[in-house]
């Protein structure tokens, strides 16, 4: 008696019977022990068998489960530690301390010092309109002086002095709403000192403004 062999239900080829898996196309077989029930007349039929031998009836595709075996997948090693360390006592107080310095150690900007910018502007323009009479009252008026005495050039130079005076008193009060350049902003309320005007409105406003500016010199850039 020869040995018996078992077809593949993939490629149809015969296989030894004691082989699980398919030698050509390695499909997993079903051994001939196992049997088929025919769905028409019920008779039981080979495992290997596509047609019943009863009533030829197609017998139903018996799918065996093949599990593949677990591959071991390499897992990558845990990063280390080390490559960041943490912050040390010394970064994180340094990082607070700079805070700190940034946000409430800094001088704050005081109301003062803008005051004393607006009143240097404001005697630099009172110095300027009074400079401007002086050189049109000289340049038009011309008054009889003895001795030869040139009253209309000294008219003149007081309103040039008082121009020029205005204008840098004016000029220390933009620097002072800045914050900018303590000594030209100090300047211009010690020029503002030497504004006439009426009543010495200007050299008053300057001398109030000299004291909140020397006061809030730390307010400067």
């Given at each position: ?104 150690l800094q001088p704050q900007r005081s109301s003062g ?31 009889e002086s003895p001795a030869g005495v040139n009253v ?70």
């Open positions: 008696m020869g040995e018996t062999s078992v077809m593949c239900p993939s490629c149809g080829k015969q296989n030894a019977d004691d082989t699980k898996f398919c030698n050509f196309c390695g499909k997993p077989l079903v051994t001939p022990k196992e049997s088929r029930k025919c769905p028409s007349c019920g008779k039981e039929n080979a495992s290997y068998v596509m047609y019943c031998g009863n009533c030829g009836s197609e017998l139903p595709t018996v799918f065996v489960e093949h599990k593949p075996e677990a591959v071991a997948v390499p897992t990558s090693p845990a990063p280390s530690t080390s490559a960041t360390p943490a912050p040390s006592t010394f970064t994180t107080n340094a990082y607070w301390e700079r805070e700190l310095e940034s946000d409430y010092l803008t005051a004393a910018g607006i009143m240097m502007i404001l005697a630099g323009v009172i110095a300027i309109g009074t400079g401007l009479i002086y050189l049109i009252a000289g340049a038009s008026y011309v008054p209309q050039g000294i008219i003149g130079c007081c309103g040039a002095l008082e121009l020029m005076f205005g204008l840098g008193s004016a000029a220390g009060g933009l620097f002072a709403i800045q914050r900018k350049h303590f000594v030209l902003a100090l300047l211009g309320s010690i020029v503002g000192l030497l504004t006439l005007g009426p009543y010495f409105i200007g050299s008053i406003l300057s001398l109030v403004s000299l004291i909140l500016v020397a006061m809030a010199h730390e307010e400067f850039e």
